[in-house]
């Protein structure tokens, strides 16, 4: 919200005298969509760094599943991981798009 707030548009809206909370209204809008763009790619990031967290604090889970599989060389449990993770950045991906979608009007023409 910080950086949204020295745009012209504000300067633009406190000049015409618009209530300070539809101003933060707006300044939210704008701000919102990168905080859940980098919600929602910072989830799927925290399933994959649970390699080097179960490893190292040896808990049971799947990152912990995923290393043994790759010392025991058992290529299909890599290989499930490996998709379970990737599915999980698609899927995320795809929520942020469309709550940003949802957020900003403009974005849905493309």
């Known amino acids: 919200m910080v950086r ?14 618009l209530p300070d909370r539809l101003v933060n209204r707006h300044i939210l809008r704008n701000s919102l969509q990168t905080a859940v763009s980098g ?3 910072a989830v799927p990031g925290m399933l994959a ?3 080097v967290v179960e490893n190292v ?9 995923c290393v043994s599989a790759i010392f025991d060389r058992d290529l299909p449990v890599v290989q ?7 599915a ?3 899927l995320f991906n795809l929520i942020a798009d469309l709550v940003n979608a949802a957020i ?3 974005l849905r023409e493309e």
Do not use: D, H, Q
């Open 39 to 41: 919600f929602c790619m």
């Open 4 to 17: 949204n707030n020295g745009e012209n548009y504000v300067l633009y809206e406190k000049a015409s005298g």
């Open 104 to 106: 900003n009007p403009k």
């Open 57 to 65: 604090f040896a808990w049971p889970g799947i990152g912990r599943l």
């Open 80 to 86: 499930a991981y490996i998709i379970v993770v990737a």
């Open 49 to 51: 760094g649970t390699v």
């Open 88 to 90: 999980f950045f698609i």
